[in-house]
């Protein structure tokens, strides 16, 4: 997903990277939670949660710090590359399907 250009008098809103949909499923897989646990957590609709996950809706920057919240990890694990993630000691080897 790239990052629209602004609109004439409009400020763009900010893009976090395509890979957060895939850190996420590293980390649900990792926590054994489903899309709707996450949901829960976060407060949205299960919807809202599959449309984010597709890249059919952008993951900004609260979405990033709320998810962070909820898997206990830093913000800026979000910003690394997901194959870094999977070779981690701290994530299962198993993850590396995901």
Avoid at 6 to 34: F, Q, T, Y
């Amino acid at each position: 997903m790239k990052p629209q250009p602004a609109k004439p008098g409009r400020v763009a809103k900010p893009v976090i990277g395509e890979n957060v949909s895939r850190i996420v499923r590293i980390l649900l897989a990792r926590d054994e939670m489903r899309q709707q646990d996450l949901a829960d957590a976060l407060d949205y609709e299960t919807g809202t949660i599959t449309r984010k996950m597709k890249g059919e809706r952008e993951w900004r920057l609260n979405d990033v710090v709320s998810l962070a919240e909820v898997f206990e990890v830093p913000v800026s694990l979000f910003f690394e590359e997901p194959d870094t993630l999977v070779r981690n000691k701290c994530f299962r080897p198993a993850l590396a399907a995901v």
